[in-house]
């Protein structure tokens, strides 16, 4: 299966480009081998940033497939096409390529769009495709209050909330604990807030995986061996020296919670009291409607609502009827910040809720505690540069003084950014632009920019393949590894090039 296509270096590469048109689940029916049909194509990953600990995040995946179309197989509206019906987004996209007897995952994901250029003199599509990180940007994760929780473990529960499949996540434990913590957005919104708290990072790698490394991650293992060197072999080396990379002021807060004592948090309807939020609820007949309580701040030991105690129904809109409370039920579901309710009425008459509530225990927010870190010999070479750490989720002031003084660490000198181009002019280069993964360690050599031997960790990749498959080079951005090179108990040793970490 596949395509094989000869290098000019003589080797053959294999080419197999898979969607599946019916959404079955596998990529084994007919047409769905698209690997002959593509004239080129390109995939990225990873984040733009090119330093360590920065607040920009890894963006969506994406691979783009160019793909002949002289007889409108890709075009969706031709309604004689062998795909006609099938040409449609979400359908799932995996490319592989095989090379010296082994396979690697390139990318998977889904179909975003599909773009047919009618030309007169080639007819061609696009078929744009986006990772799985796009799925989690669409996806509700509302969880329940969760205390003494490392990001791992919440990372996980973030991912059960979006359906995400428990084989396709490779998830490191975390070195933050989280005393409180809840969630109340999209997947990737609320991963994106244990990024900022870690100072960890997120992506979706080749294979369609979900990958959380915590901040010690490039410290351990193979991330400290560089995987491969590359000594003025570079088709081109961008590089920017300049203030940008530079804080010397690092802020971070940390806001305490006193849990409040069990009482009401959220009231829709109190006939009684004369207070209603949005008039008196009526059910008809076999009728069940959902509401949603959205609480003053996240809270515990939140208790189901009990018939008359919690709720109350009425044949009369103002109580003076018949007492229907034993002829409505309430199925209870709650998060951390709210709760949804449903309530169903059993009766074979009309019936009215006259009182509806939900008891808990409540947070209050207390001021915020602010710590922070600074250096006056930066200060005075590159003028005041402050940034402040957004992680939501900071435990105590120690952690959130300990964040800054490691993050000072990293930023208050300039540092150099800058990307590599590669060209697959060799086997050996082929295969490493095949091979290298986010995270992964490279060691480089460019006498034009003085750099000797020096090692740097992979931020990004971008790839593109041309020439029906002869040509493959690539982008990748770096971040200088000896940034990353702090001490850590048991994983390093304090002396010259370390910093203090935690």
Known sequence: MGVNVILPTGTTITYDIRVDWNNDGDFIDANEDISADVKGFSWERGKDEKLPFDLVKANTGMCNLTVFNDNKKYTPSYSGGVLYGNLLPRRAVRVQITMGGLTYNSFYGYIEKIIPYPRAAERYATIFCVDGMDYLNLQAALCGLQENQYTGVLIGSLLDAAAWPAAKRTIDTGISLITLWFSEGTAIGEIRKLEDTELGFFYVDGSGNAIWEDRHHRLKTDHLISQATFANVMADVPYEYGARSIYNRVKAEMIPHTLQVLAEIWQLVDVAAGETQ?????????????????????????????????????????????????????????????????????????????????????????????????????????????????????????????????????????????????????????????ARAISDRVTITCDELGISAKDYSINKIAVEVRDGGKSIGATWTLAEASYEEYWVLGTSALGTGTKLGY
Request: charged share 20%; aromatic share 10%.
């Open 278 to 434: 949005a008039g008196v609820p009526q059910l008809g007949t076999g009728e069940a409607k959902t509401f949603y309580a959205e609480y003053a701040n996240f809270a515990r030991e939140v208790v189901s609502p009990a018939a008359t105690t919690d709720y109350l129904a009425n044949t009369a809109a103002d109580g003076s009827g018949t007492n229907m409370t034993a002829s409505i039920s309430v199925a209870f579901t709650s998060y951390s910040n709210g709760a949804k309710l449903v309530v169903t009425n059993n009766a074979a008459v009309l019936v009215y809720v006259t009182f509806l509530r939900i008891r808990g225990k409540v947070y209050l927010d207390g001021e915020p505690i602010k710590a922070f870190a600074e250096d006056a010999i930066s200060q005075g070479k590159y003028q005041l540069r402050e940034v402040v750490l957004p992680g939501q989720f900071i435990s105590d002031i120690n952690e959130a003084d300990s964040l800054c003084k490691y993050a000072l660490s990293l930023r208050k000198d300039p540092q150099p950014e800058f990307e590599i181009k590669l060209i697959g002019s060799t086997d050996a280069l082929v295969t490493q632009i095949l």
